[in-house]
Each structure stands twice: as C-alpha cells, then as structure tokens.
C-alpha cells in the first residue's frame, strides 16, 4: 500500500476534470486479438472492466484518460513475411471494439479530435505502431497505414530490422539504413509522429541528425537513475528537447529502480530527473500498460492515475506543471506533426 492524502487526491481529480490526459503508449491491442501458436491465450473486450490487464474503456475514464496511444506490436514469430498481415489482424480487432463503442470513443485523425473528446467526454483512441516491420520494404506502405489511423511509428522494437536497429543490437553501433531515412521523409510528409524508444542509440543519433520536426520517447525513463538498456541518457534527453520533444515516463519497475519494488515516488524521481536535466516541457506519460508484467505500488491500472496527481501536488509540483506533465506536453507535439 502506498499513502495517498485524501485532500490530495479530491484535489487530483478536480485536476483531471479539466486536463487533457494522454497516456503515449499502451500493449492492450494484444488482449483483444488471439495469437495463433498461443491457444491458451486469454482474450478479453475493451468495452467491459476486465478481470485481468491495465486498460479497457471503464477504467480510462476512472482514469480521466482524454486519449491513449494504443501500440500495434508485432511479436517476433510473424516477422518478417506476416508482419503486414499480423499489423493488420491487430488494426482490425481495435477497429471491431471501437465500433461497439463508437458513442465513447473517437479515432484520432488531427490534434482537434483529442480536444473534442474532452468536450464531448469521449476517449480519443491514436494508433501507433511499435517496430515499423509492418511496411516491409517498402515505405509507401505508410500511406494504407496513415488512412487505418495510424499517426505515430518507432522505426524498431529490440531488435534490427530494415530500417534501423533497436537496443538490443546496440553492439553494432550502426547508423539508419537507406531505407530508414527514406521512411522518416515519407512521415514528415504525412504528418506522423517519430518515435525513439526502443531505438539503440548510434541510431538515435542518426536520426536526430537527419530529423527536423519533435520526436518523442512514448515510454522511456531515465538512465541516469536506472542504467538499463531502454532508458536515456541526459544528452539523449537534451537532444529530444532541443527538437521540442517529450519523454513518456514509462511505469515498468524495471525501468524506474535498479531491484526491488518501484512505488509512485520512484517515477516522480525521473520526472524531477528530467524537469531538472531539460525543463518541465518535455514530460509526459507512457505508461506501458499491458506491456508491463509489473506496476508501481499505486499505480495498478489506470484507473489509479489520480494517484499520480495527487503525489505530484505533495512533491510540490503546481496546477500548470501538473497539467503539461499529464498530456497538454504531448498535445504540443501532436499539433505540430499530426496537424
């Protein structure tokens, strides 16, 4: 259990009536959709408040989420000859759920949606996908994938692919291929959001040199703090605001303490790390809820996002600060890619 004031955490709420809150990242497209070699696996709807897992539509609004990325992750056994098809499979299971749900949800086209969802008390749904295998080689692919709603790609999960390689090739010290920087044009051109996490780091560089428009780390935290492979360095930090990007504080346990348990005060630590290290618009949330197989003492679900708040307004932390951090940050962002 973790200590909560009560007067705190009305306040908290009050907060989140009127913020707009955007959580960058989230696996939950994988609960909806079956994987073919796992005939154990358990799915379940994004329409009722599940028994297992981080986020359905109850709890984002327990939550005051206005929009949540939600990540299209190929699993490794579909790369690379099914990745399309997987990417797809995963698209159309969302678009089915939406669909049951269409008089709570809205599909993020342009940033004005996200702002409508929270007058219309609506949650905006942006797509993103987590490794760009899904356009194989060939980039104009981005454009079917742009129409199905998606607005924001990270070039690698952990592993190389065609266009890039992700943190666990990081012993190549590569560069973006060829075809990885023809891939960023084409998204400028598109208006879709460049996304770092995963990305090893000589590529990170690569890309930060050949990149003009904000990127962002949907979920990444601080290496500084924690020195595992995910999380960034304080020159990564900077390099990501000097392109006025934001970082997505990401919830894992791993990624927040070097052992042990992580609570809410260990992720406001990389919160203070990075408002010290670049200022205060550069964070955000990217939660990795249902990618995690652990959470923060307090931060169970998402419903529980109040928490977070409320333990912001105990570290001092003001109303505005408070609302950049939950999602106005990120919006900044999707204004000025996405349009």
Not at 179 to 194: N, P
Request: proline fraction near 4%; charge should be negative; aromatic fraction near 6%.
């Amino acid at each position: 259990m973790i200590n909560i004031n009560k007067e705190l955490l009305d306040e908290a709420k009050s907060i989140h009536k009127e913020s707009i809150i955007i959580d960058a990242h989230c696996d939950t497209v994988l609960q909806l959709a079956p994987i073919r070699w796992r005939p154990d696996w358990k799915t379940r709807s994004l329409l009722k408040r599940g028994e297992f897992g981080h986020i359905d539509i109850p709890r984002l609004f327990e939550g005051g989420v206005t929009c949540q990325f939600f990540a299209i992750y190929v699993d490794a056994t579909y790369k690379p000859e099914k990745a399309t098809e997987r990417a797809l499979e995963l698209i159309s299971t969302l678009y089915m759920e939406l669909e049951k749900a269409r008089d709570k949800t809205i599909i993020v086209d342009k940033h004005e949606d996200i702002i409508k969802a929270k007058k219309e008390g609506k949650i905006a749904v942006l797509i993103s996908l987590e490794g760009a295998e899904p356009i194989q080689f060939n980039p104009i692919l981005l454009k079917p994938f742009y129409k199905l709603g998606v607005r924001a790609i990270s070039l690698t999960w952990n592993e190389r692919n065609m266009l890039a390689d992700g943190v666990g090739e990081s012993r190549a010290e590569s560069k973006l291929t060829t075809l990885g920087l023809r891939t960023l044009e084409l998204m400028d051109e598109l208006g879709i959001i460049v996304d770092v996490s995963h990305l090893s780091e000589s590529c990170f560089w690569d890309l930060v040199e050949n990149h003009k428009k904000p990127i962002i780390a949907s979920h990444s935290n601080c290496k500084a703090l924690c020195n595992h492979p995910r999380n960034l360095t304080d020159e990564q930090l900077k390099a990501i605001a000097e392109k006025n990007g934001v970082i997505g504080i990401n919830f894992y346990p791993r990624f927040l303490v070097k052992e042990g348990k992580a609570t809410i005060d260990d992720l406001i630590k990389h919160i203070e790390h990075i408002e010290k290290t670049i200022g205060i618009n550069h964070i955000g949330l990217g939660s990795d809820f249902d990618g995690i197989p652990s959470t923060p003492v307090g931060l169970e679900d998402v419903s529980k996002l109040p928490n977070l708040t409320a333990k912001l307004l105990e570290h001092g932390y003001s109303k505005n600060d408070i609302k950049k951090i939950l999602g106005e940050n990120f919006l900044r962002v999707i204004r000025e890619v996405v349009g």
